[in-house]
């Protein structure tokens, strides 16, 4: 692969994009308000970002009903575990690196909602039980602290038109997992279809959802 010159610094970077307004500086504070805790109440999705010793990061979805991130008070939220694939990415990376990066959504909603704090793993009953979904309370939650908490500004979502249902793309037009998962495998006896198949179903049922 060719070299490519790239930006080395941040006095390169300020020179090329300018620097932050002061008011735009001003909005990012260590705590909720009796507004701004309203982007976290009514979302029901959020990402949350994660990295490694090793400087490795990922990113996980999570999302349930609006409100499923608790407001504990004004610096501490509670993100609730749910069932995944187990590879627990997300969980293991917070055991070496407790810095976390969360970015709330609010169906139809332009402006987002960020939170960088510092995590911990809980397990406690008595404060997992207000995460009870369909019966289920989660066996593990994650506590956040928080060090910083804004809204971002909706450019994004206006540039990428997300919220329109005009432009919604149906699943058929894009790969199917079973038909992803034979690919990476190369395995072309593979069940795709069936893979496909028994995945919808225990959708259908909410097996493994909570």
């Not at 187990?86 to 139809?108: K, Q, T, Y």
């Not at 249902?165 to 998962?181: A, F, H, V, W, Y």
Request: proline residues 6%; aromatic residues 6%; glycine residues 8%.
């Amino acid at each position: 692969m060719a070299t490519v010159p790239g930006i080395t610094s941040e006095a390169e970077l300020r020179e090329l994009i300018g620097s932050p307004q002061e008011l735009v500086v001003s909005k990012v504070v260590d705590r909720l308000n009796d507004l701004t805790r309203q982007f976290i109440e009514r979302s029901p999705f959020m990402c949350l970002a994660t990295s490694a010793p090793g400087g490795s990061c990922d990113v996980s979805p999570r999302g349930d009903p609006a409100g499923f991130v608790r407001i504990l008070d004004e610096r501490t939220l509670l993100i609730p575990d749910r069932p995944g694939n187990r590879l627990a990415d997300s969980l293991r990376n917070i055991l070496a690196n407790p810095h976390v990066g969360l970015l709330f959504l609010v169906p139809g909603v332009g402006d987002t909602f960020r939170v960088n704090g510092r995590a911990t793993l809980v397990t406690d009953t008595e404060l997992l039980a207000d995460c009870e979904v369909e019966g289920k309370v989660p066996k593990l939650g994650i506590l956040v602290e928080i060090d910083e908490a804004y809204t971002q500004c909706s450019k994004a979502l206006v540039r990428s038109d997300l919220w329109n249902p005009e432009r919604q793309i149906d699943r058929s037009e894009l790969p199917s997992s079973g038909e992803i998962m034979r690919a990476v495998h190369e395995d072309d006896a593979f069940d795709a279809a069936e893979y496909d198949r028994a995945r919808a179903e225990r959708y259908a049922r909410r097996q493994g959802l909570y």
